[in-house]
């Protein structure tokens, strides 16, 4: 009888306190039909293992479920985690990033500086994952226990249960054409990059040297003023890019419109990128001065610009080419 009692204490325990003496007298009734009359502790032991677990029994006595997100909105709220979590940390990510970028003045050694815009941008990545992943929860936590349906099927995205209809709305994707979203938060990580760095050239490109608090920016590579007269071409570039991404996002794999749109925008940043540092004037004159100094002659400027060219077409062409190889796969 002891385990009897023990087992009813654990499974009562987990009830209300206005359920527990209705349900544990009809948890002894039911317990001691399931047993022979002349039982002994070996059939006890067979009974409660065929009713199981007392946390699972209580769970059928109770009017709301005992765990947190069931599995009728499991799939849908692990989807909604996996999608929106990491749009928010890289958003916040990149605003953080973007801001420490845009308010630098020059001022103290630069690669502290740096390294702290990246740890307040991870940190406040960080922070505004768990948010989303808390108010998500909550959500779907209060959702869990307002539904009054008691039907235990999980439903879709649309909110239906599924069908084998469903199936006709989704998309085969093989993994060798399929858009990672590792893919896609590395291009706009980058973008947000380039796009700070450009804006912020005087403050971050050109000659440093060692001073008594770290290395300091003495010589800056570009002229800003002309630099920054170029902006609406950058601002094209930018925006066609994150539409590429955004196109990437919705098709999730490479088609050949795809891979066309893909390499149009490299076309144009290629056209913008020589068109901006053909010219020679958008780079400061004192940097022409101090690179004479240091190396007695200043046509090797023309090299380094040529040697930029080519890696950014050979990177583009690279991207273009596995573009189009994945697409026709």
């Not at 039982?39 to 007392?54: F, I, N, R, T």
């Not at 808390?134 to 209060?142: D, S, V």
Request: hydrophobic content about 50%; overall charge negative.
């Amino acid at each position: 009888m002891k385990l009897i009692e023990l087992y009813v204490q654990e499974v009562t325990r987990r009830l209300p306190e206005r359920q527990r003496e209705d349900i544990g007298l009809e948890l002894r009734s039911t317990i001691e039909d399931m047993l022979p009359d002349d039982h002994q502790e070996e059939d006890v032991k067979a009974v409660l293992s065929e009713l199981g677990h007392p946390a699972k029994l209580a769970s059928g006595y109770m009017d709301k479920p005992m765990h947190l997100i069931g599995p009728r909105y499991f799939d849908v709220y692990v989807s909604l985690l996996k999608l929106i979590i990491p749009i928010v940390m890289i958003i916040s990510f990149c605003a953080v990033t973007f801001v420490g970028i845009f308010s630098y003045n020059g001022e103290g050694e630069l690669l502290p500086v740096i390294l702290g815009m990246i740890g307040e941008g991870v940190w406040n990545s960080l922070s505004a994952g768990i948010q989303t992943f808390f108010w998500i929860t909550l959500t779907f936590a209060i959702v869990e226990r307002s539904d009054t349906s008691n039907k235990t099927n999980p439903i879709t995205a649309n909110w239906k249960e599924w069908s084998p209809e469903d199936l006709k709305d989704v998309i085969y994707i093989p993994k060798e054409k399929a858009i990672t979203k590792v893919e896609l938060f590395g291009s706009l990580i980058w973008t947000v990059i380039w796009v700070a760095g450009y804006f912020n050239a005087n403050k971050l490109l050109g000659i440093y040297e060692k001073g008594e608090e770290g290395l300091k920016l003495v010589t800056p590579l570009f002229n800003q003023s002309l630099l920054l007269s170029f902006w609406p071409l950058v601002i094209l570039v930018v925006l066609l890019e994150l539409g590429l991404v955004a196109y990437k996002w919705k098709l999730g794999q490479w088609t050949m419109k795809l891979a066309v749109a893909n390499g149009v925008v490299h076309v144009v940043s290629f056209a913008v990128f020589i068109l901006v540092f053909s010219n020679l004037a958008v780079f400061n004159p004192a940097f022409f001065t101090y690179f004479q100094e240091l190396f007695g002659f200043t046509h090797q400027l023309n090299l380094v610009f040529w040697v930029a060219v080519l890696i950014f077409l050979f990177s583009s062409l690279t991207d273009i080419y596995q573009g189009v190889k994945k697409a026709k796969r």
